[in-house]
């Protein structure tokens, strides 16, 4: 049974850092994708970032690049996503995803997901 358990979200100012955890059960996340994606109200939910391999193989959206790191903890099967200089534009409902294929920032190709950590930037 695989279970995705998100947390590490809140509100802070813009220029802040957050740090979310997505904790694994069911799989390792060695050897499985995992991917962060979030939704903002009224918005199409989408990739922000994907690590394959323990971090051989990582994937960004542009919006992202140079502000977010995706890390794992193979001991702690736990997936990170590391936000800094967040932006309001940044705020939404993350996701932690794994499995499935396709595109590595596409959603719908995505198997397990959790039920999501809020981010609020202001």
């Known amino acids: 049974h695989v279970q995705l358990v998100e947390s590490g979200g809140g509100s802070v100012q813009t220029g802040g850092s957050l740090r979310l955890s997505c904790v694994v059960s069911?799989?390792?996340?060695?050897?499985?994708?995992t991917g962060w994606f979030r939704q903002a109200p009224g918005k199409e939910r989408e990739g922000v970032a994907r690590?394959?391999?323990?971090?051989?193989?990582?994937t960004y959206a542009d919006s992202v690049k140079g502000r977010f790191t995706i890390s794992v903890d193979n001991a702690k099967n736990t997936v990170y996503l590391q936000m800094n200089s967040l932006k309001p534009e940044d705020t939404g409902m993350y996701y932690c995803?794994?499995?499935?294929?396709?595109?590595?920032?596409?959603?719908?190709?995505?198997?397990?997901w959790g039920q999501g950590t809020q981010v609020t930037v202001s």
């Open positions: 069911g799989y390792s996340v060695h050897s499985v994708r």
């Open positions: 995803a794994a499995a499935g294929s396709g595109p590595p920032l596409h959603a719908a190709g995505y198997q397990y």
């Open positions: 690590i394959l391999n323990s971090g051989d193989i990582t």
